[in-house]
């Protein structure tokens, strides 16, 4: 006798459902999920926009930075600038290095990097985290050098690529697709390997310049005159320091704006503050920034323009133009720096 025909029951179809569902799920992902689990260098996915100052220029050059960019520091960055100072131009320069690319940092997978914990927290501190050293000519003829340190780091950054966006998947998809060998995780340069990721890059630096959110970075500066030019404890006298906290709100592609607030306490002036309010106006490769900030000393408001220019993938100059108040009666004067940056970036 013929077995009757059964109906298969609804439970087994439906886990049958779920098996298919989860089957293609990890096909799909297939790259993405394994590229969380192996370590990568996350220096591979520096972006070459939104170059912050440096904190030994901003304690050093004459005037000042009174609106300082949230965004995040490059790995490596060396500043030539041309400052006025009375009636003559005071060269200058600065070096900014990430110790934890120094010491060959950067190797995490993504699953730890991009985790909320305490542990993932500190790390994309540590990783976004530079010392400052940075030098500056005689203020005056036979007057001191200058010589500053600082530090500055990134406390809360939304505009990170590499954990706010598929930017580490991405790539890795076109050099899977172009049957390129998947590079190691102390590669850091990923731009020669015969895959063209250079569009995929771009669209990295479209979706982070305009990406909401507001970014967070605190960092402090000492600056110190220098006689003679030696470096010793008799030959430096210390002149000012500087701590400040500024955060950056992007509300789309085209304005951010930043508000920055600086404890600065002088060798010839009590301990004060400054703080500003600058609109920054996005333009491809350029950044114009407009600000009014506000002296505690003075009690006098005063404006603040500056304008950067990439002009080479990972070359940048810039110009900035301000009013402060004078040390010796009070009065204000008038600043204007350029200069360019060359910074670390791997994107092409």
């Known amino acids: 006798m013929k077995p009757r025909y059964q109906p298969p029951r609804p439970d087994s179809v439906l886990r049958k459902l779920v098996r298919a569902s989860i ?10 999920c394994a590229l969380q689990a192996e370590p990568i260098n996350l220096y591979r996915y520096v972006l070459g926009v939104d170059v912050p ?10 005037g000042g930075s ?4 949230g965004s995040a520091p490059k790995p490596t960055t060396l500043t030539i600038f041309l400052a006025s100072e009375s009636d ?9 290095v990430a110790p934890y690319f120094f010491v060959g940092g950067g190797i995490r997978d993504l699953k730890s990097y991009r985790s909320n914990s305490v542990a993932g927290r500190l790390t994309r501190v540590l990783t976004k985290t530079t010392l400052s050293i940075a030098a500056r000519g005689a203020q005056e003829t036979g007057g001191p050098q200058g010589l500053a340190f600082g530090i500055r780091a990134t406390l809360h950054d939304p505009h990170d690529p590499v954990l706010n966006s598929a930017l580490p998947e991405s790539v890795a998809a076109v050099l899977a697709r172009s049957g390129t060998p998947s590079p190691t995780a102390e590669v850091e340069d990923i731009t020669d390997f015969g895959a063209n990721v250079a569009p995929v890059f771009a669209a990295g630096r479209r979706a982070m310049r305009a990406r909401r959110g507001m970014q967070i970075s605190a960092g402090f500066g000492q600056a110190y005159e220098m006689r003679g030019g030696s470096v010793s404890s008799d030959s430096l006298d210390a002149d000012l320091r500087i701590l400040w906290l500024t955060s950056q709100i992007t509300f789309n592609a085209r304005f951010d704006v930043i508000v920055t607030g600086q404890i600065r306490d002088s060798s010839d002036e009590d301990t004060h503050m400054w703080l500003a309010l600058g609109l920054l ?6 950044d114009i920034q407009l600000a009014l ?20 993938p990972h070359f940048q100059v810039f110009g900035t133009c301000t009013v402060f108040q004078g040390s010796d009666d009070g009065s204000s004067v008038f600043s204007a720096r350029t200069g360019f940056r060359w910074f670390l970036a791997h994107d092409p």
């Open 23 to 32: 089957l293609l799920l990890s096909v799909a992902l297939g790259t993405p």
């Open 53 to 62: 100052e440096s904190p030994g220029v901003m304690v050093l050059a004459p």
């Open 66 to 69: 009174p609106v300082v960019h």
């Open 88 to 96: 003559r131009l005071v060269p200058g320069l600065a070096i900014d």
């Open 281 to 286: 106006r996005k333009v491809n490769a350029t």
């Open 293 to 312: 900030y506000y002296d505690t000393d003075s009690r006098r408001i005063y404006p603040f323009l500056q304008t950067d220019i990439r002009i080479l």
